[in-house]
């Protein structure tokens, strides 16, 4: 990395996500406690950095941010020993001590933090306004809101250059990327050598069966649409705005389960938009003490992927976000990590998120 690569007022944030991921394999406390030791450091911290970025809180947020504070200052004394010769006694290092404090007195630190004046060539922008300012440009945001909403519904109904279609006619999820109409044996020929496409008309009806709730036969003939691309809208666990994910069929790219097809097919003149996926719902067991040790210390959610053969199908509406997942070298070869911390949503739906084994799909 060269210097002046990054002029953006995050990019220390950013590579204080990744760089624990990067270098738990080498930093291990068999190899360097020292190293480990700062590992948990920065997992804490980070924690406590997004806590501290949330553009809304709740007592629920609050009272979580100062619990980990707690475990942030024990794990500082257990590192300090390590590097005696470090003077911790600076800003930066005091200042999150009263964040909470500062977060119920004065609202949410992008409020008043200096990440505003950080932004390269951006201008800083200090507004006072009063009470019917405010109101005004409350009602003024929500008219916009609902103007983008029509539209956004307006263009999800007619048809688009790219072919874009929503899911039923819902705005939570839409395709495009459309390709060539082609029947089931030629999707089932191209994917040959890969797993995962295995019998896929029989997984369709089988999905077909649950849905419409009558019994659907589907043949190697059945012709189907496929899509490159799914748009999926969903309202984010930390302050309830509309984001939006887009997502791809393709085997590096992965959701909690990975998309392996896109497409739709028409069953009594209704075309059904679904998607064939291989779940990363296995046990994730036979994992050595020290990996579990570290997943613990780390507080890594591992997932592992199912066999090929056991792919499944099911309809896009199931997509709630997408999500990114990293490979964990020190376990088996279809063991990732979540990384949690992509965005204040993900992280915020991880701490409430039971994970399920062996889904019935």
């Not at 624990?20 to 930093?27: D, G, V």
């Not at 990363?280 to 210390?297: F, Q």
């Not at 965005?343 to 701490?351: G, I, N, P, V």
Request: some cysteine; hydrophobic content about 40%; proline content about 3%.
């Amino acid at each position: 990395m060269k210097a002046g690569e990054f002029a953006d007022r995050g990019k220390y944030e950013d590579i204080s996500k990744v760089i624990i991921f990067a270098s738990h394999n080498i930093l291990s406390p068999e190899i360097t406690p020292q190293g480990y030791a700062l590992l948990k450091l920065m997992q804490s911290y980070l924690e406590l950095d997004m806590f501290m970025s949330l553009k809304l809180h709740t007592e629920t947020t609050i009272a979580r941010g100062r619990e980990e504070l707690l475990i942030f200052n024990n794990l500082l004394q257990e590192y300090k020993p390590f590097n005696v010769l470090k003077n911790w006694n600076v800003p930066k290092g005091h200042t999150h001590q009263h964040a909470f404090n500062d977060i119920e007195n004065k609202g949410v630190t992008q409020n008043y933090n200096t990440k505003l004046g950080k932004k390269k060539n951006a201008p800083l922008k200090i507004l006072k306004v009063n009470e019917a300012d405010l109101i005004a440009n409350m009602i003024r945001d929500a008219l916009d809101h609902l103007d983008d909403f029509t539209e956004t519904q307006r263009n999800l109904n007619e048809p688009s250059d790219d072919h874009e279609k929503s899911s039923n006619n819902l705005l939570h999820v839409s395709l495009g990327s459309a390709l060539q109409p082609c029947s089931l044996r030629e999707i089932e020929a191209k994917h040959v050598d890969t797993s995962g496409f295995e019998q896929l008309h029989i997984k369709i009806g089988q999905r077909l069966t649950r849905i419409l709730e009558k019994n659907i036969r589907i043949s190697k003939e059945e012709r189907i649409q496929v899509y490159q691309m799914m748009r999926v809208r969903y309202e984010t666990k930390t302050n309830w705005e509309q984001q939006v994910d887009i997502l791809q069929a393709d085997k590096d790219w992965h959701i909690f389960t990975q998309l392996l097809l896109i497409f739709g097919i028409v069953v009594d003149g209704t075309e059904h938009h679904l998607a064939l996926i291989l779940p990363y719902d296995e046990p994730v067991t036979h994992r050595s003490a020290a990996l579990r040790s570290r997943d613990k210390d780390l507080r890594f959610t591992c997932v592992r992927s199912r066999h090929g053969t056991n792919s499944a199908v099911i309809s896009v509406n199931s997509v709630v976000r997408g999500a990114l997942f990293i490979q964990d070298y020190g376990g088996f070869p279809d063991d990732y990590l979540v990384f949690e911390v992509v965005d204040d949503d993900m992280w915020w739906r991880m701490k409430s998120l039971t994970l399920i084994t062996k889904a019935q799909l």
